[in-house]
């Protein structure tokens, strides 16, 4: 299987996945910062994701996985046993779901385009921020309630692709200072062997 990724982008949930599930991956990076797009090998992305986006995931018999909630899903289950997903029909997974579309529309989406495009100015990035730090009180209200994780006791993808989004605050000048739980839930994220690993491994891969 092969991980279509950027470093410091998305794609870094998956890889955590993947590496917390024990599934080997082969790494392709894309440059996202030039059209066209190409790969680390020279190959056209947009033949791999006509939106030109990472993460893709490229299956062995050739099948393109897209989009990253559907992506961590799968590898998740591809490993039960390492339960970063509730089993497939159950409410906890239902749960899990509702999490990860929280944190693809009301994050991630919060946080990019707007405060990574200056050209929408600081009245756009201004709204984006008060906007996810609304968001944010409600995941802290919510750890507070019934944590350390997001679905409570067990760490599951929904903690990987908050954790891969959060990690974006300094540079988007999100204050996280209000919300202690959501850091301490960061920092124990954090220190996951696989999300060092996955971090580490990207970081070599950008200097390649
Ligand atoms: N809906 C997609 C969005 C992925 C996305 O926003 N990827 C960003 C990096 S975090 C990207 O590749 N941006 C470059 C571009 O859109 O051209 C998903 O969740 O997988």
């Known amino acids: ?122 009245q756009a990035q201004d709204v984006a921020r008060s906007r996810i730090a609304a968001r944010l009180d409600y995941v802290e209200r919510r750890l507070a309630n019934g944590g350390p994780y997001l679905l409570g006791d067990t760490f599951t993808v929904a903690d990987a692709y908050l954790y891969t989004i959060l990690s974006w605050s300094d540079v988007a000048r999100v204050d996280l200072d209000a919300f202690p739980q959501v850091r301490m839930l960061l920092a124990s994220i954090g220190a996951r062997p696989a999300v060092r690993e996955a971090m580490q491994r990207e970081a070599s891969r950008q200097r390649a």
Request: hydrophobic letters at 45%.
């Open 1 to 122: 299987m092969k991980l279509y990724f950027a470093t410091g982008t998305c794609s870094l949930s998956p890889h955590i996945v993947a590496i917390e599930a024990g599934i080997e991956l082969e790494l392709e990076r894309v440059d996202i910062r030039r059209i066209p797009r190409v790969t680390e090998t020279g190959a056209n992305y947009a033949q791999v994701n006509a939106n030109l986006y990472v993460p893709a995931l490229e299956l062995d018999d050739g099948t393109i996985l897209l989009e990253g909630i559907a992506i961590v899903q799968y590898l998740a289950d591809l490993a039960p046993d390492s339960r970063l997903a509730p089993p497939a029909g159950s409410l906890a997974r239902v749960q899990l779901q509702s999490w990860l579309g929280f944190i693809a529309t009301e994050l991630h989406k919060a946080f990019s385009p707007w405060l990574f495009h200056p050209e929408y100015g600081t």
